[in-house]
């Protein structure tokens, strides 16, 4: 959603970094860059105009200009405002409140409040074990109440029985009844949108909290709606009172924008964010790890995070010993790539990790895409379970039937085998015994440098990161910084590496280090 932003604000704030000394003028023409790059975002004018006033005012003071490394104050004084523009600490939903809590939805048509309804009810479900009831209060758009009940019959939550001919506010006031009846803890309203907001639509929304009384009322956005976003947040604001805000198709190829608008203009906290069109494709949304990944800073703790949601703790087990041994083989090469899918491709990845934003395009542009993945597990697929243990016995002949089962060629076959070769002779680097293993040195230096030496909890020292919760990976992270350890300087991170999380703890990420047949740097 914010690459292009990223990339520009990167290109700006990189010019800074590298100044020994910058005057005043140098910080008034990077600000004026970094106003035009967020215009080009969709960002709202006003909001452009008070988050460069804020920059400039902290920037411009005596303290920054006589600074050790200017250039990187003034990265950090947009990063902090950045922080601050989009709200400095994630808010989730709300459920403190009797049973059964309300949550009502809004928005215009079309900007996916029904998908939303069932995502967050499967989210209490799944997440936080409640009982949810979903009552659709759409009575114009054909078909809306069938598909909220699809959704509830897909994800195992109840709805509401449709009587036809009931009005919205009436169906309303039934729905928290047969809530409370029923023993739900949560009752979500999906009510019905327009194509633009209109004064009936305004009325309707009005009747419906007085009858209901909701506890959060969520505004559903596009995250495409580009500067419309701003009149939107701010009528429905002004005229129902929103509690929060939840910002669908961030996994487009938008601008972002709404994202940074939105909540500057209301004040209102964005909730959650859609990634995707599955039921579990909802996330709850961190305003520093977003400030961090749009300036190339990465996102190492939902890194983390995600990595202990799609990886299989027997398989990663499993996976460390055989490492620790230093074997390899090619079903562990398809383990690692279905999960690194999982976690969303090599794309997804490496956007999380420090200082490696700008390898996607280079990745691209060598072939290494996701699709690439996806051919070399269709080729560990046509393999016999003994050609997948032993990759020595493929000679011409069977390597001719794998392509034809496979749908590709020898070419391919032979660049697979070489990256396992060559992951191999790492695995056996990292948890070979001479020298005490690379790995270990590696987090062990580390976690020295970070004055962790006594957490004696993974290797060489290094905690176990599977074990913490993310706060305390962001306090790890900033123990870190200080430390001197900046984001994109940590060993191993360079070159693709993740020690630590493909190690020892998460063996998920172990096909990272190195990621063979990346162009190397020149």
């Given at each position: 959603m914010f690459e292009t932003l990223q990339d520009r604000l990167g290109s700006i704030l990189n010019g800074l970094t590298g100044r020994g000394a910058l005057s005043e003028a140098d910080v008034s023409a990077a600000l004026r860059e970094v106003r035009r790059a967020l215009l080009e975002a969709d960002v709202a004018l006003e909001v452009v105009r008070s988050f460069t006033d804020a920059v400039r005012e902290k920037a411009v003071g005596a303290e920054i200009l006589k600074s050790i490394k200017p250039g990187q104050m003034v990265v950090?004084?947009?990063h902090d405002e950045l922080v601050s523009m989009l709200g400095s600490e994630g808010v989730s939903i709300d459920l403190n409140a009797a049973a059964p809590v309300v949550i009502m939805m809004v928005g215009l048509q079309g900007s996916g409040k029904t998908t939303t309804s069932g995502k967050i009810a499967n989210r209490l479900k799944m997440r936080d074990k409640k009982k949810v009831l979903m009552a659709s209060l759409d009575t114009r758009r054909p078909a809306a109440q069938e598909q909220l009940r699809q959704l509830g019959v897909q994800a195992g939550i109840d709805t509401l029985p449709v009587i036809a001919g009931q009005s919205p506010t009436d169906i309303a006031s039934r729905a928290v009844q047969a809530a409370k009846l029923g023993g739900h803890d949560v009752v979500i309203l999906d009510t019905a949108g327009r194509t633009h907001i209109d004064e009936p639509l305004m009325i309707e929304m009005a009747e419906i909290k007085r009858k209901s009384n909701p506890h959060e009322i969520l505004l559903v956005a596009d995250a495409l709606t580009?500067?419309?976003?701003?009149?939107?947040?701010?009528n429905f604001d002004e005229r129902v009172g929103i509690t929060?805000?939840?910002?669908?198709?961030?996994d487009g190829d938008g601008r972002g924008g709404a994202a940074l608008s939105m909540r500057a203009v209301t004040g209102k906290p964005i909730k959650l964010i859609g990634v995707g069109e599955k039921m579990g494709e909802l996330e709850e949304f961190h305003p520093r790890r977003?400030?961090?990944?749009?300036?190339?800073?990465g996102d190492i703790v939902s890194l983390v995070e995600k990595a202990a949601e799609n990886i299989d703790a027997e398989k990663a087990a499993a996976m460390a010993a055989k490492m620790a041994k230093g074997k390899f083989d090619l079903n562990d090469l398809a383990d690692q790539l279905g999960q690194m899918q999982k976690m969303g491709g090599m794309g997804g990845i490496m956007g999380m990790m420090p200082g490696m934003a700008g390898m996607k395009d280079k990745m691209s542009a060598a072939g290494l895409d996701d699709k690439l993945f996806g051919r070399q597990i269709a080729i560990i697929n046509s393999m016999t379970?003994?050609?997948?243990?032993?990759?020595d016995m493929l000679k011409h002949s069977r390597k001719k039937r794998i392509a034809a089962g496979s749908g590709t060629d020898a070419s391919d076959i032979n660049k697979l085998l070489k990256m396992h070769r060559q992951m191999a002779d790492m695995m056996k680097m990292m948890g070979g015994k001479k020298g005490g293993g690379m790995m270990k040195q590696m987090m062990g230096g580390l976690a020295g440098k970070m004055g962790l030496g006594g957490l004696g909890g993974g290797m060489g020292?290094?905690?176990?990161?599977?074990?913490?919760?993310?706060k305390q990976i962001e306090a790890l992270a900033k123990q870190a910084e200080a430390a001197g350890i900046k984001p994109g300087s940590m060993p191993g991170l360079g070159g693709g590496g993740l020690p630590g999380l493909g190690g020892g703890r998460l063996p998920g990420l172990g096909g990272l280090p190195g990621l063979p047949g990346l162009p190397k740097k020149k």
């Open positions: 950090k004084l947009v580009g500067q419309d976003a701003v009149n939107l947040a701010r929060g805000l939840v910002l669908t198709r961030m977003v400030a961090d990944r749009i300036l190339g800073m379970k003994a050609e997948r243990a032993n990759p020292g290094m905690p176990d990161l599977s074990k913490m919760d993310p």
